[in-house]
């Protein structure tokens, strides 16, 4: 397994980038749409979206963790997305919460403490970038309507300094849809994510 993953790696041009992955556009998805660009798993999860959000809430409510979710507001309902997506650049406290679990676990809220995350704009490539902590998203947005952006990208893990292509490894491909829940709030939402949970999100503030 260890020497199929480091194939993969050298495999994915993203293997030589210097610096940040978001520098190098060989490490994101190429295409303009995000429809053309997604895998076909991924275009599942977006669509399923919903199915998602409710199986994971229905999961925390059985449990102990249901205060959890009446205290969290507009960050963990599902038809809270305000007009005007597009967060600006810059660096952002990022908290991720995953909800939910696809086994027999009973940790079905699970919230971490603030890491850092950037948004960046290049002409018209949005990317984001999970910048620490042990699990980090990086990947690029795509405008898709008035309410939301598309991410498409991979999980970077544990001290990894490398990170994957998309589309090169399914267990490290990320979908998601971005937000705004409020004047300097959004979150990333990952229906039914490969590690871990049904459905993450991690808010963003500045």
Known sequence: MIALIAAALLASPCAAAQGRPDDDPRC???????RGAATDDDRRR????????????EDVRSGEHAPELARAGALLEPDAALRDPMPPPGDYNCRTIKLGTPGDDSLTYIAYPPFRCRIRIDGDRISFTKLTGSQ????RLFRDNERRLIFLGTMQ??????????GVDRER???GMLERVGDRRWRLVFPYPHFESLLDVIELTP
């Open 28 to 34: 994101l998805p190429a295409a303009s749409n995000w």
């Open 136 to 139: 980090r998203p990086i990947g």
């Open 46 to 57: 977006v669509r399923e979206w919903r199915e998602a959000w409710q199986e994971a809430l």
């Open 173 to 175: 491909d990320m979908a």
């Open 157 to 166: 893990l544990g001290d990894e300094t490398r990170a994957f292509a998309y």
